[in-house]
Structures are given as C-alpha cells and as structure tokens.
C-alpha cells in the first residue's frame, strides 16, 4: 500500500506560480512512475506531468515550458513547479503513483487561477 498526500494548492492570479507538493508513505520502494494529473469541472481528469525512478520526465503540450515534475527521493516527495499560470490551468490537480500492477491516487488539492 501507498499513501500520498498533496499540499500547496491554492488562489493565485493568471501569471503567478504555485509548488504542489505530494507526499508518499508505506511502501514507497515499490513505486516505479509518479505523476501529476488534473480535472476541471465538467472535464476528464487528464496527465499533467509524470517522473520516473530514474528521473525521466514527461510533460503535457499545455504546460510545456511552464510546469517542472520533481522527485525527492531523499524526503518520498513530489513536485509541481508552476509558473506562467493560466485560468486554463485551473482544476483539482491529483498525485499518483504507479507500482507493479497498482495505482494510487492521492485526495487532490485545488488549483484556483483568477483572470
């Protein structure tokens, strides 16, 4: 079992930055990906971003250039970086981890980005 835990959402203004955290606990030594999803009202819940072990990154066209998926082994926390926020970017952003054969999700934090 994981347990993931997401921090860091918030109200902030079109241009500003936010850092979601996502904390993971039990046993995290069985976790291959993580990433970072979101969903706003009405849509399907879509990849933002996804890391690997290894550090291997993958990004969606959307956010390219503005968002940065970090992992900290050291502390089992991950990162969103966001910068350059659009009222697009909008939605309850979820944590996920991928180990062989499961999928945990974490509660979901609030992204709210006003125009």
């Known amino acids: 079992q994981v347990q993931l835990v997401e921090s860091g959402g918030g109200l902030v203004q079109a241009g500003g930055s936010l850092r979601l955290s996502c904390a993971a606990s039990g046993n995290i030594f069985s976790i291959n990906r993580m990433g970072w999803h979101r969903q706003a009202p009405g849509k399907q819940r879509e990849l933002v971003a996804r890391i690997t072990g290894g550090g291997a990154t993958f990004y969606a066209d959307s956010v390219k250039g503005r968002f940065t998926i970090a992992r900290d082994n050291a502390k089992n926390t991950m990162y969103l970086q966001m910068n350059s926020l659009k009222p697009e970017d909008a939605a309850v952003y979820y944590c996920?981890?991928?180990?062989?054969?499961?999928?945990?999700w974490g509660q979901g934090t609030q992204v709210t980005v006003s125009s």
């Open positions: 996920r981890a991928l180990t062989n054969g499961y999928s945990y």
